[in-house]
Nanobody, 123 residues
Framework: VQLQASGGGLAQDGGSLRLSCAAS????????MGWFRQPPGKEREFVAS????????YYADSVKGRFTISRDNAKNTVYLQMNSLKPEDTAVYFC?????????????????WGQGALVTVSS
């Protein structure tokens, strides 16, 4: 199963974008979900993660207070609301899934990586 991120695009410094990630299959509500990003010329990095029922959320320090991860299990979809965007948020954003209770920061524990969504923030 692969996940497809959508909603990327161009935003101005201080602007907002909302990413969505739709999943297929019947196990969505039992899995943690995460967002990662890969800035140009850099390694992929953790952005945010959410537990199976949406109670627990985790954020990288660089996005805390600006980004919000959420999920709608009825729609098998996870979201990333990005506010107060900065040029350094420019990256390809990926969503992926992980077993519940695992290390949310470890990208190796995730699967379902698909094509990401490009987010470009202009100054």
């Amino acid at each position: 199963v692969q996940l497809q991120a959508s909603g990327g695009g161009l935003a101005q410094d201080g602007g907002s974008l909302r990413l969505s990630c739709a999943a297929s299959g019947g196990s969505f509500s039992t899995l943690g979900m995460g967002w990662f990003r890969q800035p140009p010329g850099k390694e992929r990095e953790f952005v945010a993660s959410i537990g199976p029922i949406g109670v627990r959320t985790y954020y990288a320090d660089s996005v805390k207070g600006r980004f919000t991860i959420s999920r709608d299990n009825a729609k098998n979809t996870v979201y990333l609301q990005m506010n107060s965007l900065k040029p350094e948020d420019t990256a390809v954003y990926f969503c992926a899934r992980r077993p519940s209770g695992t290390d949310y920061r470890n990208s190796r524990l995730y699967d379902g990586w698909g094509q990401g969504a490009l987010v470009t923030v202009s100054s």
